[in-house]
């Protein structure tokens, strides 16, 4: 006999839990143009009828929102290392499991003609997107039927009917500039072809146009992307021709700002960075290592971003760059920081400065209160210290770290964590979020590549899920994480509360969602439970419906 039911999307689904210990979700509220999810679980309990250790099914849909609806199978990953090993993580209660074990985490498609096994005894889930159009006519309450056919005879054994109510208004443009880090070369190395062969290009595209779906609207943009060629002692001409197709790639997806990489070495500020080099007679020299006020590299660097700059002016919009001096800067090496830049600073200070500092607030501030980092990205921890200094555009980020009390997409964490990010960047008017991995499969370390379904942490480097929310597809596709599509919610709350501040106050916006939380709002507090998330995007939602 198959045992389904309907839960929320923040739900992480484990293989052995049971479907007793999950609250049934049949319907939410939402926006037009917002993606919106849920979850079918289920498993097979044998009975006399049929003692069978597996059945073969396959989901039908219909309904006014069927048209809009994909369904994927939620896939468990091995996980070896969930978290780092400190008593104080594992005490955490933003962490659902801390030891290793299969967790869920793959969104894939379900198998061919949609049909799905349900094993006895296995808790498994099927993911469900309803992607509203913002241009649709629908409004109201409207549903989704969701019905499960046994394949063996065609009957129908099990029928969920969710309901969406969709308010008459447009979730706005979205205003917060997201980046993650996107690495080209690890694209090319996991799959084994050449670099910026016509399937390279293919591939990036590929993940490019999931990550923009997810959201991410900042095209992390490698410097290496400019091929710079030797004329003489200290002359360099720029090739820009795949940052041109880079270019029109990300403009094709509907990217809004241009994330060109760091040119300094991260932490110590000290070097060019590797993707820094040139060809002189056909051969390609790296510069990466050479002092970063070392007159060739000054000469490179001023060369490749004065073409940039000068392309841009002439044939885009140089108003959508932005620039990286160098990553995680440290809190002693501010001389070596303001040095290094000094050499391009004319060049890139008409435009947005964009550098993640990591450390205790009263060091790192430095770098903001000298100039040095315009639009500083301090870690969650200490980004309040930074809205006291009255950064205007102020970013923030995380990473590695933090690993306890914050919100972050370790694949261990719980969704509502995870969601907690939108609200509280909402209330301290965060100008940009970054993060590092969206698809780094390299071994940190240990060199090479690692295989992402059975490691996540970079060869025990990270937390899993750290490095990466997309997974690699053997077709050269791009699959979702569930941390990824619960990161796009965050950035939709976000985009639902600019909306209703425009309809009320953003004073009036905060204490709702505070009042809804039942506590003050800061970024070491997360919604630590499905039903105080929802509750709070709820509150918001009924703002805006009772001003429309």
Not at 305 to 317: H, V
Not at 447 to 472: E, H, I, K, M
Request: hydrophobic share 35%; net charge negative.
């Amino acid at each position: 006999m198959l045992l389904t039911k309907a839960v929320s999307a923040l739900e992480k689904p484990f293989a052995d839990q049971s479907i007793s210990e999950f609250e049934e979700r049949d319907h939410l509220t939402a926006l037009r143009g917002e993606r919106v999810s849920f979850q079918l679980i289920y498993t097979y309990k044998m009975d006399d009828v049929e003692k069978r250790e597996w059945v073969l099914y396959h989901p039908e849909i219909s309904g006014p929102l069927a048209p809009y609806t994909t369904l994927s199978a939620v896939r468990n990953v091995g996980v070896q290392k969930p978290c780092v090993g400190t008593p104080e993580t594992r005490a955490d209660k933003n962490y659902l499991r801390t030891k290793p074990g299969l967790y869920p985490d793959i969104l894939t498609p379900l198998g061919v003609g949609n049909k799905f096994v349900s094993a006895s005894d296995l808790l498994n889930s099927i993911w469900i997107d309803i992607d509203i159009p913002e241009n649709t006519a629908l409004s109201g309450k409207q549903t989704l039927t969701v019905d499960i056919i046994k394949n063996k005879d065609g009957s129908k054994v099990a029928t969920h009917i969710y309901e969406v109510d969709i308010l008459p208004i447009k979730l706005p443009e979205e205003k917060v500039l997201y980046t993650q880090f996107f690495y080209q070369q690890s694209i090319s190395g996991y799959y084994q072809i050449p670099d910026y062969s016509a399937r390279h290009w293919e591939i990036m595209e590929n993940y490019l146009t999931v990550a923009r779906r997810e959201g991410m609207n900042t095209l992390f943009t490698p410097i290496s992307l400019v091929r710079l060629h030797k004329t003489g002692p200290s002359k360099y001409r720029a090739d820009l021709s795949l940052f041109k197709r880079f270019l029109a790639l990300g403009n094709r997806l509907g990217y809004k700002k241009i994330e060109i990489g760091h040119l300094f070495t991260a932490g110590n500020c000290a070097y060019a960075t590797s993707g820094l080099c040139y060809y002189e007679g056909g051969e390609k020299k790296p510069m990466g290592g050479l002092n970063a006020t070392d007159p060739e590299v000054t000469a490179a660097l001023r060369t490749l971003l004065s073409a940039i700059i000068r392309y841009m002016k002439k044939y885009d919009d140089d108003s959508r760059l932005i620039f990286h001096v160098a990553d995680e800067p440290a809190a002693d090496k501010i001389e070596n920081f303001r040095a290094a830049r000094a050499t391009i600073a004319d060049l890139i200070d008409p435009y947005e400065g964009v550098d993640a500092i990591y450390g205790t607030s009263d060091a790192i501030a430095a770098y903001y209160k000298e100039g040095l980092i315009r639009c500083p990205s301090p870690e969650t921890p200490h980004v309040e210290h930074f809205c006291s200094l009255g950064v205007e555009k102020l970013w923030t980020y995380y990473c590695c770290g933090p690993t306890e009390k914050y919100s972050n997409r370790f694949i261990a964490q719980s969704s509502p964590v995870t969601r907690s990010i939108g609200m509280q960047m909402y209330k301290f008017n965060i100008h940009g979020f970054l993060h590092w991995g969206i698809n780094y499969y390299g071994g940190g370390d240990c060199g090479g590549f690692t295989l992402p379904y059975v490691d996540q942490s970079a060869q025990n480097w990270v937390s899993a899920g750290d490095s990466f929310t997309l997974y690699p597809a053997m077709n050269g596709t791009a699959y979702e994480s569930i941390r990824a599509v619960i990161m796009q919610e965050a950035l939709q709350d976000i985009r639902a509360m600019q909306l209703c501040e425009s309809l009320y106050s953003k004073e009036a916006v905060v204490a709702a969602i505070e009042d809804a939380f039942g506590k003050e709002l800061h970024f070491d507090t997360c919604a630590q439970d499905i039903e105080t998330m929802e509750r709070i995007r709820e509150t918001i939602n009924e703002m805006i419906r009772a001003k429309i």
